[in-house]
């Protein structure tokens, strides 16, 4: 959060959100799904996984509704983040 920017405006609106980077989103949400008694390596080696799939295209994210295409972009979240990734090709079915 930016607290010149709350000092100079005089508003507290910005105050109430956190601005973050989609990759550390995207990291948030990795820890989520894998948990949190994870090994580290396993965590690191999950979020390289991710972003490199994110870089090369093969899905998309939507934050909150609105769909991100750079880990750099920058989020302003309100407490809890709706993180939605969407496969870009169809995948076939494995059948057993």
Known sequence: MDIRAVADGGSAAFALVTPLRVRD?????VREVIGSRAPDDKFARSVRRTLNGFLAGDYTVQIDGRRFADP????????????????????ERLHR
Not at 25 to 29: I, N
Not at 72 to 91: K, M, S
């Open 25 to 29: 989103l995207l990291a948030m949400a």
């Open 72 to 91: 750099e972009d920058v989020v302003v979240c309100d407490g809890i983040a709706d993180v939605r990734f969407f496969l870009n090709h169809r995948r």
